[in-house]
């Protein structure tokens, strides 16, 4: 069992940055893939970027490519992610989840525990 609480999101202006924070807590110590995951309104849930529990795999979609930076901390049990030239089109609910396989995997099915959310609403 994995909880996990997000941080960091707020309302910006386009073309500023943020910083989201997940916090992940377990019961036994374990290795796994984290991930952040973002959702529109009326939109499905989309995988933006997740990183291997070494931190030496990464992967982000396209859309986020260049502007976004994942990282963790397996000390402090976080994950980050450095979000900068924010467009509006960046506005979602951002979700941090944990994938308990090896590979840094896109697909939302395939991850086994997920945080509540934290709001990005970026305006133009």
């Known amino acids: 069992q994995v909880q996990l609480v997000e941080s960091g999101g707020g309302l910006v202006q386009a073309g500023g940055s943020l910083r989201l924070s997940c916090v992940a807590s377990?019961?036994?110590?374990?290795?796994?893939?984290m991930g952040w995951f973002r959702q529109a309104p009326g939109k499905e849930r989309e995988f933006v970027a997740g990183?291997?529990?070494?931190?030496?795999?990464?992967n982000y979609s396209d859309s986020v490519k260049g502007r976004f930076t994942i990282s963790r901390d397996n000390a402090k049990k976080t994950v980050y992610l450095q979000m900068n030239s924010l467009k509006p089109e960046d506005s979602a609910l951002y979700y941090c989840?944990?994938?308990?396989?090896?590979?840094?995997?896109?697909?939302?099915?395939?991850?086994?525990?997920w945080g509540q959310g934290t709001q990005v609403t970026v305006s133009s």
């Open positions: 989840a944990v994938d308990m396989g090896v590979a840094v995997r896109t697909r939302a099915g395939l991850y086994d525990y």
């Open positions: 377990e019961r036994t110590r374990t290795t796994y893939t």
């Open positions: 990183i291997s529990w070494s931190g030496g795999s990464t």
